[in-house]
């Protein structure tokens, strides 16, 4: 399949929350996740300036803006792994992504966000590598999604930055 055949908007398609994973397939999770920041720092790599308020796609928000939503989006799911081994079943706090898109902070380089990125998920990566099976069936109730353990959590959030490194590896052979 070529890069104009793929969805844009689902380059690995969509994320499909199971109601359990396997030890392998949670080891996998957490190791995609520990390895995404230096497959973000890869794939911005050689970009230049004007690249970055490009548009990954059409209709969608520029690189710039998508790389700080990946550093926002990922700092959330820190803390609520955080709160969910912490508190009985917490309920965390959505946030409106495309409002945060739209601030004054998605202006600034976005190699600031990927250091945050970066330094986000080795403290992530370090609280899931530490967890025991009883830790990932802990819950937080999502006041969209509903309750969801601490595994799918983990699974999304590992789905969540390959979608968007897939999105980005797009923009490079369709858009550069």
Known sequence: MTADQIDPSYPIGRFARRDAYSAAERAAHIARIGAQPSRLTAVLDGLEEHDFDAPYRAGGWTVRQLVHHMADSHMNAFLRVKLGLTEDHPT???????????????TLSPHVSVALFAATHIRLHSVLQSMTAEQFSRTIMHPENGAMSLDQVAAMYAWHGD???AQLERFLLVYR
Do not use: E, R
């Open 163 to 165: 979608h968007h490194l």
């Open 92 to 106: 965390i706090k959505p946030y409106d992504q495309d409002a945060w898109a739209t601030l004054a902070d998605t």
